[in-house]
């Protein structure tokens, strides 16, 4: 049975055929990774506006009128001063 040899530019040229492929697949992989991380971060930012439109639309229940932007500062300055004071949302 007769060997056949492969000179060795066609031996080059097989091992550049599968760098060529590796570096293909590795292409394929990180942009496989970058759409997957942006599909987390919509869901993670989907998940967050949800979760503030319920806050804000609690606290709106509670005060009976919606909160204008004007009156952040004071809502904000009195969760601070009841959380210092209480801390009801610090104890676990």
Do not use: W
């Not at 609690?58 to 932007?69: D, K, T, W, Y």
């Amino acid at each position: 049975m007769a060997k056949s040899t492969k000179t060795y530019e066609e031996r080059i040229r097989a091992l550049e055929k599968k760098e060529q492929e590796s570096i293909e697949a590795t292409k394929k992989l990180i942009a496989q990774r970058k759409e997957l991380e942006k599909r987390k971060k919509a869901e993670e930012s989907k998940k967050r506006t949800h979760r503030l439109c319920q806050i804000g639309g609690a606290v709106e229940s509670v005060l009976g009128c919606p909160i204008e932007e004007e009156d952040l500062p004071k809502l904000i300055g009195f969760l601070k001063r009841q959380e210092t004071n209480g801390k009801f949302f610090s104890k676990a």
